[in-house]
C-alpha cells in the first residue's frame, strides 16, 4: 500500500475538488456510476497487468473488447444463437486470441508490441467485416442476461446506494489475481519472468508457458470485459467501440505502479488507477469544464500528479539517506 | 408511454410554477463543424431565453454518449436534446434522462423512445436531394462514387440510401436498402462503391485519391459527410481535375462553398444546424415554462434541409457567417 | 619516480540504512599498485566508485597532489569528469553497449572524431591495437552481445587502459579469466607501473596480490583494518586482517569406490561450429572439475546438460534420457549456477529472499500456494550457511556487493538439493573465507549422492575441490588426470593443446 | 541491408499482387500519391525512430500532429498572423514540447510512456479548447505556401511522375538521420545510451542531454510532419486530426527493426516500414476490398510478413550453422 500513497493523493483531491465545486458527485446515482466504470475498466486493466508483468504489452485488447461486445449481440440478436452458447464460445474465443498472441511471442520470438498491433488491426477488422460496419445491439431483448452487467444489488442499511452487478466480478478477479501473485508458485514466477526473462529460465521456470498465460489472461478478460460492456452500454458500433480502451488500462496500470520493463505488478494500484482515470472523467462533467477540456485537463492532470508523487517520493529518500548517517 | 405522460405532467406543474432559469443541455452525436454551428444556435438561444446552457461533444461513439448522458442527469439537468447515435439500442439511457429531465432528439430521432419531440429534418429526404442534384448535373449517367465518414449511424445510413435512390431516380421509399458493400449498375449510373474513413482526414484523402487511380472513368462523387466534399474538392485541385469530375457535395464545408461559386461543384445540401440548436433550446425552455403545446402535434418539428447552387450560395454564405458571429458573440 | 598524486581524507559512503564505508585513507601513488583487499562487502567497489566519480562520498574528500606536493580538493561529480582527470576504472560488473560493436564499445566516449565526424577507420585501427594488447583475436567489428563473459571482461580492460589513464583503477578485473590470461594482463600492469601509471587492484585470489602489489589495504567492514608495505605482505597476514578468524580446514572427501553413475554425457556436440563431441561420466557423490582457458568450451558444455541452447548427443541422469527444455530437467534434479550471474542469475530488483527461494518455489508449495513461513526458514539458513552480508532477506540483490550476489544465486540452487549440480565459475569474486564455505556446501551436497560437475578457471580451486579433473580445450575434453596426479602444469599442458599436439 | 530482406519481401509480394489484380497500381498519379504518403508518414516514424533507439518511446505525437495542423490554419487564417512568424513558431513550440517529455523523463525520471501519454490527452485537449472544436482549414488561401507539400517536382525524362515536394524534407532528414545516426559521435552515444544507459553514463558520455535530444527530435518532427500534412489535406478537425498517427509511425519504426528495447535503429528499415503499411492500405482501395476490411487486412499481412520473416531468418541462421559443421 505504501507505494500507493502518491496516487491516492491524486485520488482523493480530484474527489474532493469535484465534491466541492462540481455538482452531486457524492449523490448514490453518480457513485454508483462510477463504481460501475472502474469496475469495467479495472478488468481490462488486470488483464494488461499480467502481460505487463512479464515485461510484455498488449495493444489488442480494445480490439478484443470491440470483437467480443459485436459478436455477444451479433450471435444473440441477428443469428439468434442460446446465450448459453454464446458465451462460453465468446470467452474461449477470447482465450484462443490469447494463446496465438503467447504463441507466436514465445516460439517465434516476435515483438510483444507488434503481434498486438497487429492483433489491433486484425480483430477490429474482423468485427467490421463480419457486421458490414452495421451497429449491434440488445434492441430491448435479453434483460435477464445483461442484468450480470447492468444489475444492482441492494445493500443492506444503504437505501439509495445499490451496488453494481459487475463489482462481483472485479472482487472475484482482483482477488485472485492479487493471491495469485503474491501467494503462488505461479504468480512468483510470472513476476521473475518478467524482471529477468534470462535469469527465470536459468532458474528451470518453464518461462514461455508463463508469458503465454499471460497473453491468454489478458485477452479472456479482455474478453470477458467486452461482453460486460456491451452488456452494460447495450450496443456498440465496429468501428470504435473499445477504441482507445487499450491506452486506458495501461495507463491504469502504469499510473497503479506496474513498471513496463516487467516484473512488479500491483493489483490494488490497478484497481485504483483506473479509478481516478474514471474519476477525473466524471469530474470534468461534473464541474461542467466542456468536452473540449476534457482531455487536456485529465493529461494535465495525470502528469501534474505523478511528477508530484515522484518529488515527494525523491524526498523521502533523501531523508532516509539522511537518517541512515545519524 | 409512461415515462412520455410523466414528463407532460411535469410540464403541467411548471405551467403553474414556471422555472427561473432552466439549465437545458444540447448534447450531439460526435465532434464536427455542423455541431459547432448548431452549439452557436444553442449557446444564442440560451441567450436569448435567459437560460443556461451546457453543450457536450461526445467524441468517442456511443459508451461516450452514454456516459456523458448519466452525467448530465447526475447534474440535475432540467432538459435535454440529444442526437442519439444508434437509437434502437440506446432505449435505455434515454429514458433513463427521461425519467429525470425533459428529452428530446435533434438530428437523428429515436422513435419508440421517451422523447417528447424531434427536431430536424428527414435524412433520407435530404440525401434525395443531393442525389437528384447528382443525376441533374450528371444527366448522361457514369460512374458515381460515395465517401461518407461512417456508414453505422442511422442517418449516415438514410442519407446513403437517399442518394442512391435521388440518383438513380427511383421512388420514395426510405426503407430501401441497397447493399453498400457491393458495386452495381442501374439505369446507366454505376456506383462503383462507398469508402468510409472513421474521420481520418489523411485517410479520407487518400481514399478518395485511389478511387480516382482505380476507376480513371469516375464521373461525380459526393462526400455524404462535410468534409468528404471538402477533401473531394481539394483533392481534385491538387490532382487538376476540379471540373472535370463532378461533385455532389453535403453540408456547407467553406471549400465547399468555394467550388460552388467557382462552379466546380455542382451544389451542396445543406442542413440547418443553427435551427437545430436554437429550436431545441427554444422548445425545452417553452416546456419548462409549462408550453405544452410548444411542441408539434406529430411530435416532430421539420427544419428541411435545403439545396445551395450558384444561383443562391452568396446569400447563404453571408447569412452562416453571420449566425456564427453570433454563436462566438454568446460564448 | 614514486609519489603520491591522488589521496583520500578520511572517505565515508552511506546507503539507506547501511555504512558501507567509513574513515578511508589512502594514497595511490604514481609507478605502484595498490591493492584493496577485504572479504565480499567490504566495502571495496564502493570506495573505488568513488574514486572514479561513479558515487559521491557521503563525508571525507578526495585530493588529487601536484608535483610540487600541494594538495587540493578535488571533486568529481560524473565519470566524465573523473575521465578529464585521467582516471580509468574496469567495474566489477560487466557493463557493455550489446548493440555497439568492439571498436565502439572500447572507444565509448572517447571516439575518434573531426567536428563530431567518426573516424570509423582510425577507431578500428585503435581498437584492434588493444584488443591484441589484452590478447583478444577478434575482428573490432564484433557485435559485443555476442561474446561471452571472460571476453567481455577483456574487452572491458582493453576499454580502461585504452584511456591512457593516471590512475587507472581495477574491481577484480580477473574474476572470469584463466591463468595464461591472467598472467598476461599482470604482466601488462608490471609494464604500466613502470610508464609511471598508478593502479588500483581489487581481487579476491591473493597470490595476484601477493604477485604485484607494491603496498596493500585491507578493509574490514567499511573500515581501514590495515596498510601492508610490500615487505611485510604474506598471505596469512591478509588473511588475518582480512577475515578476523582462521579458515576450518576442509573436511576429507570419502572414496567413492563403485558408486553408480549418476550423470553420463555422450557425444554431447554444442551448436557452436568449432565444436567436437565431448563425452563424460560423473559418479554419485563425485565431484568433476572442468579446467580449461577461456572459450575452452566449459561453459558451452554445462549449458548443453541443462538443456539451454541447441545441442546434438544423448545425455542421462541415473540411467534414463535426460531431455527437454531446462525446466523439465530442472524437475528431474539438474541444477545450474551460471557464468554470468547478472545476466543469468539475479533478479536484481527483488529482494534477496525471492531470489534465494526461485527454483525451491514447488517444492515448498501445497498445491501452489507458497510455503511462506518455510520460505523464511529456509532463506535464514541459507543465509547463515553462506555467511551472505548484510544478513537481510529484504534487501535487494542489486545492492549487494558482488560476492554476496555470487552466494545468492549459489543459494538458490543448494536449497533444491540437486541430483545433478552444474556449477559454471561457482566463486566468482568470492572472498577466502566465503570460499571455503561455498566449497563445504558442495561438499555436503556431493555427500549426499549428488553428482557435482563444475567449470572454474581458477586453477588453485579446482584442485581444491575436485576429485576428478577434465580438461577441455577448443571444445573438446582433451584429458583427464585424477586428484592425486593433478598438477597446476599438467592441467595448463592439457589446457593449451600441448597434449594433443605431442600425440600427432 | 541485409536485415532488411524480410521486410522487402513483403513490400515487393504487396507490390506485386496489387500490380497484377489492381487496378491502375504503376499509374503516375497513384505513385506520386505513395511517395507523398510515404514521405509524409516516413517524418514521423523518423522522429519516433530516434526515441525509440533510446530505449523510450513517445505516443504524443499524433497529438502533436494534430496541435501543429489545428495551430497552422488556425493562426493564418482565424488570426491572420504572417507566414513567417507562423511557421517557425509553430516548429518552436513543437520543440519546447519534446524539451518538456525530455526533461521530465530525464530528470524526474518519469516512465517514458506516462509522460507521453499525458501528452496525447494535453494537446490534443489544447488544439480542442483553442479552436472550440472548430475545424480549421486554409480556405482555399494560402496556394503558395502549401506548395511545399502538394507541390510536384517535374523530372527531367519523364513526363507523367513528377516528384511530390515533400521527397525534398524526407530525403534531406533520412540522410541527415542515417550519417547522424551511424557516423557521428552524437549518433553512436544515443544508440549506445539506448542499448545500455549505465554502460554510456560509465563513459562519460551525458546521457540526459541526448535522450531530451531525441524527444526533441521527436516532437519537432511531428510539428514538421503536421505542418506537411496540414498543408497536404488542407484542413483539420481536432478531434480526430492525427488521431493513431503515433501507432503507425511506432509500427512503422519497429517494422524497420527499430527493438523497443533501444540501442537499434535503422533509417533505411523505417522508410521501407512506412511504405510498406502505405501500400498496403492502398493496395486495399486498388483491389477493391472495401474499407471494413482495411484494417483485418493489414493486420493479418504484417503479422504473416513478420512471422515469414522469422522463420526465414532462422531457417537461414540453421543452414548457416550446418554448413560451419560440415
Ligand atoms: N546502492 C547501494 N545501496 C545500499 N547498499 C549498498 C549499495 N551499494 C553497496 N551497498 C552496500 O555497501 C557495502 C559494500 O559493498 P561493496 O560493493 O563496496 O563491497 P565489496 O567490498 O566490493 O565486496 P565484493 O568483494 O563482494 O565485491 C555492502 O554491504 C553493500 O551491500
Ligand atoms: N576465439 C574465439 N573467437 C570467437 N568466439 C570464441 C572464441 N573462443 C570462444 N569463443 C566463443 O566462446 C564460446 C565458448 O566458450 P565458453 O564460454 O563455452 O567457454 P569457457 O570454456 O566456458 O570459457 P569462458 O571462460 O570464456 O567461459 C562460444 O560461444 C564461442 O562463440
Ligand atoms: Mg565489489
Ligand atoms: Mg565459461
Known sequence: MRKHWGLLGIFLVVCIVTALYGKNFLTAYNLMNLVQRTALFSILALGVGFVIGTGGIDLSLGSVVCLVGIAVPWLLIEHGWSPWAVVPIVLAG????????????????????????????????????????????????????????VGRIPLPGLEAFRLPATTIPLIVLATVAAIFLTRTVWGRWLLATGSNESAARYSGIPTARLVTGAYVACSLLAGLGGMLFIFDVGSA????????????????????????????????????????????????????????????????VLLAGVAADELVRRWHAARLERRGAG | ??????????????????????????????????????????????????????????????????????????????????????????????????????????????????????????????????????????????????????????????????????????????????????????????????WTDSFDRAKAKANIEDVMTRHPKLALVTGLFEYNSVLAVEVFRQAGRAGQIKIAAFDEGADVLVGIREGIVLGTVVQDPYGYGYESIKLLHALTQGKLDAIPKDGVMNIPARTITKDNVDTFWSDLKAKLAAGKAAK | MVRTILRTRGIGRRFAGVTAL??????????????????????????????????????????????????????????????????????????????????????????HHRFGWLDLRSMHAEA???????GLDLDPSTLCGSLPIAQRQLVEIAKALSANARILILDEPTSSLSARETDRLLAMLDELRRSGVAIVYVSHHLDEVLAIADRAIVLRDGRMAGTLERASMDRATIERLMVGRDLPPTTARPSLGAAPDRLVVDGVVTSHRRRRPASLVVKRGEIVGLAGLVGAGRTELLEAIAGLGHASGTIMLDGRALSGTMAQRVARGLAIVPEDRARHGLFTLDPVRTNVSMAWLPRGAHVGMVDHAGERDLVDGMITRLRLRPSDPARRVQTLSGGNQQKTVLGRWLAVEPSVLLLDEPTRGVDVGARHDIHEA??????????????????????????????????????????????????????TGGALEAAR
Chains 1, 4 share one sequence.
Open chain 1, 94 to 149: 477470447s482465450a484462443l486470441i490469447g494463446l496465438g498472441h503467447g504463441l507466436l511471442i514465445t516460439r517465434l520470438r516476435l515483438q510483444p508490441f507488434l503481434v498486438t498491433l497487429c492483433g489491433l488491426l486484425l480483430y477490429r477488422g474482423i468485427a467490421r467485416w463480419m457486421t458490414g460496419d452495421q451497429s449491434q445491439g440488445f434492441q430491448g431483448e435479453f434483460a435477464e442476461l445483461r442484468s450480470i452487467a
Open chain 1, 237 to 300: 458500433q465496429p468501428s470504435d467501440f473499445g477504441n482507445f480502451y487499450e491506452l486506458y488500462a495501461i495507463a491504469a496500470a502504469v499510473l497503479g505502479g506496474c513498471s513496463l520493463r516487467g516484473g512488479s505488478v500491483s493489483v490494488v494500484g490497478i484497481v485504483l488507477g483506473t479509478a481516478t482515470l474514471q474519476v477525473l472523467r466524471n469530474s470534468i462533467n461534473l464541474l461542467g469544464l466542456g468536452s473540449q477540456l476534457e482531455f487536456a485537463v485529465i493529461g494535465a
Open chain 2, 1 to 194: 408511454a409512461d415515462l412520455v405522460a410523466a414528463q407532460k405532467e411535469r410540464i403541467a406543474g411548471y405551467a403553474k410554477q414556471p422555472m427561473k432559469s432552466p439549465h437545458l443541455s444540447f448534447v450531439s452525436n460526435g465532434v464536427a463543424d455542423f455541431w459547432t454551428i448548431a452549439k452557436a444556435g444553442s449557446l444564442a438561444a440560451g441567450k436569448d431565453l435567459g437560460c443556461e446552457v451546457t453543450v457536450v461533444f461526445p467524441g468517442a461513439g456511443l459508451s461516450d454518449q452514454k456516459r456523458m448522458l448519466e452525467d448530465l442527469v447526475i447534474r440535475g439537468i432540467d432538459g435535454v436534446s440529444v442526437s442519439p447515435i444508434d437509437p434502437k439500442n440506446q432505449m435505455e439511457v434515454l429514458n433513463q434522462v427521461a425519467e429525470q429531465s425533459l428529452l428530446i432528439t435533434n438530428d437523428s430521432d429515436a422513435p419508440g423512445s421517451a422523447r417528447l419531440c424531434y427536431i430536424g429534418m428527414d435524412n433520407y429526404l435530404a440525401g434525395r436531394q443531393c442525389g437528384e442534384l447528382a443525376r441533374k448535373g450528371l444527366p448522361g449517367g457514369g460512374e458515381v462514387a460515395i465517401f461518407i465518414g461512417r456508414l453505422e449511424q442511422d442517418n449516415a445510413k438514410r442519407r446513403w440510401q437517399g442518394f442512391v435512390d435521388g440518383l438513380l431516380g427511383r421512388s420514395t421509399d426510405a426503407e430501401r436498402r441497397d447493399d453498400h458493400t457491393k458495386p452495381f449498375t442501374e439505369g446507366g449510373y454505376t456506383i462503383v462503391g462507398t
Open chain 3, 22 to 111: 567509513d574513515g578511508i585513507e589512502a594514497d595511490v601513488r604514481a609507478g605502484e599498485v595498490l591493492a584493496i583487499v577485504g572479504e565480499n562487502g567490504a566495502g571495496k567497489s564502493t570506495l573505488l566508485k568513488i574514486l572514479s566519480g561513479v558515487l559521491a562520498p557521503s563525508s571525507g574528500s578526495i585530493e588529487e597532489v601536484d608535483e610540487h606536493g600541494h594538495a587540493h580538493e578535488l571533486r568529481l561529480r560524473s565519470v566524465a569528469e573523473a575521465t578529464q582527470v585521467g582516471i580509468a576504472l574496469v567495474h566489477q560488473e560487466l557493463n557493455l553497449a550489446e548493440h555497439l560493436d568492439l571498436a565502439g564499445a572500447i572507444l565509448l566516449g572517447r571516439e
Open chain 3, 128 to 134: 584492434a591495437r588493444w584488443l591484441a594488447r589484452v
Open chain 3, 442 to 495: 558442495i561438499r555436503a551436497a556431493a555427500t549426499t549422492g549428488c553428482a557435482v560437475l563444475f567449470a572454474s578457471s581458477d586453477l588453485e580451486e579446482v584442485l581444491l575441490l575436485a576429485d576428478r579433473i577434465l580438461v577441455m580445450h577448443d571444445g573438446a575434453i582433451a584429458g583427464e588426470l585424477a586428484r592425486e596426479s593433478a598438477t597446476e602444469v599438467a592441467i595448463m599442458g592439457l589446457a
